[in-house]
Structures are given as C-alpha cells and as structure tokens.
C-alpha cells in the first residue's frame, strides 16, 4: 500500500472494534492498513484525534499489531463463548495505564461532554485510549452487541446499535449489497 491514501474503515461504532478492523480481508486477500507508525498516526487523526509524532521514542510497529491481535482474540473469545485468553488479557492490561486518564468536562454545542486534558495524544497514549476503550466494551453491557458480519468471507466486527438488534453485515455497501446481489443472481438463473 505504499504511496497509497489508506481509507480506513470506521463502521464499527468503537473505537477499539474499528482498530482491529485495519486488518481486513478484500476478496480472498488479506489486507493490512497499518503498514506503519505514521499510518496509525494517520487513523487516530481520521478517527477524530489528536496524534502527535513522538519525538520521545518510536513505537513498534510489532506492539501495535500485538495490542490489536490481542484485542481480536478478546473480543472473538466472548463471541465463540470461550473463556478469554489470558496472554492477550495480559497484553491489553499493559496498556490501560499509558490510557487517557486525566480529562475535564466541556460544554459542546449545548452538551457536555467528557475530553481528553491533554489536547494531543502520543502514540502510546492512542494505544492506551484503545485499550481502554476494548477494556470498557468488555467489561459493559454493550458487548452483548458486538458481532461478526454475517459474510463469511468478512473479518470485520460491529457493534450492533441498530434499534432492532438485528444487524448482519459490517456495511451493506461493502458486504451486504454483495449477498443481497448474490442471492438476486442465484435466484434469476434458476
């Protein structure tokens, strides 16, 4: 993917299941979006974040894709009803700490809300905000509505926010009109 706008995918409706989302699968093929540090940078700022470059250090690439992987296995744990693996609860307990913990409360268009005190985030502090957010989906009531996209050939996960409950597809543009395509073709040769 190099040279190559990266369009991230954020269709998930949390952050930390749009993260484990940069790695997908595209007709057959796996596809990883985060090829690099400056590609995550890239996804915290298309997610809404402020990321800086760190100048105190470089972050692994190698600890991005573990914490992610981790995650993964977290959520597919309690999907398949399975107890969770404990090395990626280890891995995604090393990162709560370096998480956004200091923050103050903001008026926004009428509203209150919650932000970060700090107004740029290190690498760590967006891989620790994503811990964070995977650690409180986990742990909530919310993860009853997190699911797989009914395409088995899709990777991706959702949570479920529709009033109905009865979401299928990660997104009818990418998986949903495919299968509704499909069945329309299968049925019309017949």
Not at 85 to 96: E, F, H, M, S, V
Not at 130 to 141: D, P, R
Request: glycine share 6%; aromatic share 6%; proline share 3%.
């Amino acid at each position: 993917m190099e040279n190559q706008e990266v369009n991230f995918l954020y269709l998930a409706n949390n952050l930390a299941v749009d993260f484990i989302n940069t790695s997908i699968v595209d007709r057959g093929n796996e596809i990883e979006l985060l090829e690099d540090v400056d590609d995550l940078i890239r996804w915290g700022r298309s997610a809404g974040l402020s990321v800086r470059i760190d100048v105190d250090g470089p972050c692994r690439l190698g600890s991005v894709k573990e914490l992610r992987d981790a995650i993964r296995s977290l959520f597919s744990a309690k999907l398949d009803d399975e107890p969770a693996p404990t090395d990626a609860l280890g891995i995604l307990n090393q990162w709560l700490p370096k998480g956004i913990v200091e923050k103050r409360l903001e008026e926004i268009e009428g509203q209150f809300v919650m932000s970060p005190l700090y107004h740029e985030l290190s690498v760590d502090m967006l891989l620790g905000h994503v811990a964070t957010e995977a650690a409180l989906l986990l742990s909530s009531s919310q993860l009853a509505k997190l699911k797989r996209c009914a395409n088995p050939k899709c990777v991706l996960m959702f949570l479920d926010v529709s009033r109905s409950g009865k979401r299928r597809w990660c997104s009818m543009d990418l998986c949903g009109n495919r299968s509704k395509a499909a069945t329309y073709y299968m049925n019309t040769k017949n």
